[in-house]
């Protein structure tokens, strides 16, 4: 893999764009573009139940994972996009994905590997050294808003202590510590929250977090733990609950209801 696609929206030979993907971009930050998105695509999509892999079904007329790839081209923070695949889905990303879109951005092409996190290495070795900032987001959350995306990427460019920051909502049901079948405690929601991606990184502690990971045999359950393990500060960023990750047929049906009602508004 590895292989660089055109960005320019009108190229020659370019497709045509789906109208309901191309929602207006929002306002251009102060700085110049210095953040590389990753998409993580290459989950297998066991829970889903579809042999084709959730990020590949259909969702208001493209495959799922189209809507992530828009919101991100959309974002003017970001200079480009590596979308992270298995290796032997690499023309049904550029035919089916990237070639139903009319995209801004540069798309590269990297290899998927046995686990997420194996995945998000591969596609930070694709990212350019250039580009100070990563931000690592799941091709299964189809709703994020390039609103969301940009100010995720504002709150780590502004502050030079932070490591990283990531997408969250504030937990609301009550969450009960069990062993076994048996509550054994009652913690204080207030401190809790639920993380989503994007999560955005400077790109050199991301990376030196994974390596230490990968020396450790450490497997964590998301970027931001790699990089808290290492002492990195994270913060995070209210976000919606919109911004679901389709895991199961259901999230679909409420990922196509909102889309509608967005398109409608």
């Given at each position: 893999?590895?292989?660089?696609r055109g960005g320019a929206a009108g190229e020659k030979g370019a497709a045509e764009p789906c109208p309901c993907a191309c929602a207006e971009?929002?306002?251009?930050?102060?700085?110049?573009?210095?953040?590389?998105?990753?998409?993580?695509?290459?989950?297998?999509?066991?829970?889903?139940?579809?042999?084709?892999?959730?990020?590949?079904?259909?969702?208001?007329?493209?495959?799922?994972?189209?809507?992530?790839?828009?919101?991100?081209?959309?974002?003017?923070?970001?200079?480009?996009?590596?979308?992270?695949?298995?290796?032997?889905?690499?023309?049904?990303?550029?035919?089916?994905?990237?070639?139903?879109?009319?995209?801004?951005?540069?798309?590269?092409?990297a290899p998927s590997g046995a686990t997420r996190q194996a995945s998000v290495r591969s596609g930070l070795d694709a990212t350019p050294r250039?580009?100070?900032?990563?931000?690592?987001?799941?091709?299964?959350?189809?709703?994020?808003?390039?609103?969301?995306?940009?100010?995720?990427?504002?709150?780590?460019?502004?502050?030079?202590?932070?490591?990283?920051?990531?997408?969250?909502?504030?937990?609301?049901?009550?969450?009960?510590?069990?062993?076994?079948?048996?509550?054994?405690?009652?913690?204080?929601?207030?401190?809790?929250?639920?993380?989503?991606?994007?999560?955005?990184?400077?790109?050199?502690?991301?990376?030196?977090?994974?390596?230490?990971?990968?020396?450790?045999?450490?497997?964590?359950?998301?970027?931001?733990?790699?990089?808290?393990?290492?002492?990195?500060?994270?913060?995070?960023?209210?976000?919606?609950?919109?911004?679901?990750?389709?895991?199961?047929?259901?999230?679909?049906?409420?990922?196509?209801?909102?889309?509608?009602?967005?398109?409608?508004?």
């Open positions: 893999m590895g292989a660089v971009r929002v306002d251009a930050p102060a700085g110049e573009a210095d953040t590389c998105a990753i998409v993580v695509a290459g989950g297998s999509g066991e829970r889903f139940g579809d042999p084709r892999g959730k990020q590949f079904v259909d969702l208001a007329g493209l495959p799922l994972m189209c809507w992530s790839v828009a919101a991100l081209d959309r974002a003017p923070s970001v200079a480009r996009i590596v979308v992270v695949c298995a290796p032997d889905r690499v023309a049904e990303v550029e035919q089916d994905v990237l070639g139903r879109l009319t995209l801004s951005k540069p798309v590269t092409l250039d580009l100070d900032l990563v931000a690592v987001h799941d091709a299964a959350r189809p709703l994020v808003e390039t609103e969301l995306v940009e100010r995720a990427i504002a709150v780590v460019r502004a502050d030079e202590t932070l490591a990283g920051a990531l997408l969250a909502t504030r937990c609301v049901d009550t969450l009960k510590l069990v062993e076994g079948t048996t509550v054994v405690a009652t913690p204080d929601r207030s401190f809790y929250w639920a993380a989503q991606t994007p999560q955005v990184f400077r790109r050199r502690v991301l990376l030196a977090a994974h390596k230490a990971a990968e020396h450790e045999e450490y497997q964590g359950t998301d970027d931001a733990s790699l990089v808290e393990r290492v002492g990195g500060r994270v913060c995070v960023v209210e976000s919606t609950r919109d911004n679901l990750k389709v895991t199961v047929p259901e999230d679909l049906a409420i990922a196509e209801a909102t889309l509608e009602r967005r398109l409608l508004s």
